[in-house]
C-alpha cells in the first residue's frame, strides 16, 4: 500500500501530485484541466481497444438498444419547461416614513435623496463604495432602491436621476 502522503508523477505533465486518498494506488494523472483531458482521452482509448467495444454505438442492434433505452424515458434529454421558483420566499412589503430633517439652509435634489434615508443605509453605503461624496452616494442608493424594488415586484415610479 502506498504511503498516505507520498506524492505521485504525472504521466501526462510530469509534475508531482498528491493523490486522491481513494485511489492513491490508481490515479496516474494530476488534477490540471489538460492532464484530466488526456485522461479521459486514454480511458477512451483503452475501453475501445476491447473486444466488442469498438463497435458498441454502431450497427442496427446497438440503435435499436439505444431507441428503446429512450422509449422507456421519454423527459430524459428534455429540460423543464416550467420556470423554477426562487428559493427566496416572497418578501413582505416594508413600509417606511422617511423622518424629515429640519435645516435652516436650503437643501439641493442631491441632497434631498441621502438625507430622506435612513442615516445607517446611508452609512452603509458610503462604507461599501468607499466614498463619503453625495453624489457617488445617491447614485448607488437609486442603484439598490430601484433592485429592491425589481426584487419585491413593485413597479412604482422610478427614482429622479441626479442632476
Known sequence: MARPNAKCKCVHCKKLFLPDYRNRGRQRFCREPACRRESQRESQRLWLSQSGNADYFRGPENTARVQAWRRQRPGYARRPTQTVEPLQETCSEQVTTP?????????????????????????????????????????????????????????????????
Open 99 to 163: 423622518e424629515e430633517l429640519k435645516s435652516t439652509h436650503p437643501v439641493s435634489p442631491l441632497q434631498d435623496l441621502c438625507s430622506s434615508q435612513e442615516p445607517l443605509l446611508v452609512g452603509l453605503v458610503a462604507t461599501f463604495i468607499d466614498s463619503p461624496l453625495q453624489e457617488d452616494i445617491a447614485g448607488h442608493l437609486r442603484h439598490l432602491i430601484a433592485k429592491g424594488r425589481e426584487i419585491l415586484g413593485h413597479h412604482a415610479p422610478p427614482v429622479p436621476p441626479s442632476l
